[in-house]
């Protein structure tokens, strides 16, 4: 049994779980590792990281079939004892319905003190500028770069330089530490506007965005730098279901883990997967990239250029790195072009024609 869906935080103290609801009864924290204290049928927010299971997703206590302990079935349907044998695992346990008593009404008060506590601690921390990363191409006056290695004995790394004008080519303009002017041109840096509790918060990532992993990502699959999808949002402490460009898994992630993708590293993303997508399509027929041979049959970018559908052959090499190609024109004519060879496109290569077996 996979992680648990449906599962409604009720109570929180000092932000960690105290009380939960699942199909209709409601769960409290029990104190203790859950293998030590816990039962068949407890519930356990797992604490522990593994590939097969989802960090802050609730699992079904239960009984392992082979050795009789108690474990969780994880992603994959095996049971996963580690997942109840960490300290960092927590288990909760159902509730029978009965009136509060004045002991259960006095602690709820105390849990609502604290919960407001929180909330004015919140507020405060609201209250201070934050920064938020924005595409380079909206950045203007008053934003600011941060370059993440800076390589200049004028400049310090993850520091938040303001823009004071930008010129135009689109790059901004700075004063570094000596305070002089700096030109960011073909330099690597992050632009980032400063926003309050009084500006509206950045929208949060959702199903469908691209994203950049800025956290240590420790779920097996993808890691600081990746551009991956959000395929799956749960709503739990660790919501995101992500996919790399190429569309295959690529774990959980908590949302401080994650950034919005600028639109250029999506594009450099997915340049990257295509070419290694373009070398693998190669290979398969044991080939380099655009290593066209005498027979093959191929098509040019322009389906008008060859007439007849694009179509032609292989028949010699041109010289100049550019290929000689036969094809039949609308007259039924045979004509040959000098082509480049990145203007081709393979259809069949030679050695799967049937006309030359």
Partial sequence: MAKLH????LDKVNGEITKVAYDGAEYERVEGTPRSVGKSGDLVLNGHRHPDLK???FYLLVRDEGTSLLSV????DDFHGNAVTDGDSILFRKVAASQSSLEDRISTNEKDIESLKSDVAALKVEAVPKYVRIDK???KAGDFVKF?????????SDKYYEIYRVDGCGDPQIYDDDGDSYDTCGKRFEVYRKVSAAEPKPERLKVGDYAKVVGTARNGYCGRGDIVK???????????KLAFVNGEYAGWEDEKSLVRAADEEVAEA?????EVKECKRWAAIGREVSEYRIGDIVGYDDRTAFETNGFGEVVSESGGGTLRIEAVDNFGD???YNVDPDELNLIVPVEARFDRK
């Fill in 6 to 9: 449906g599962v409604k935080t």
């Fill in 55 to 57: 960090l802050g997703g």
């Fill in 73 to 76: 079935r994880d992603e994959i």
């Fill in 137 to 139: 191409s909206e950045a």
């Fill in 148 to 156: 993440p290695n800076a390589t200049s004995s004028y400049l310090t």
């Fill in 230 to 240: 959000i395929t799956e949002d749960d709503d739990s402490a660790v919501p995101f």
């Fill in 270 to 274: 997915k340049r990257k997967q295509a």
């Fill in 334 to 336: 045979v004509e040959r």
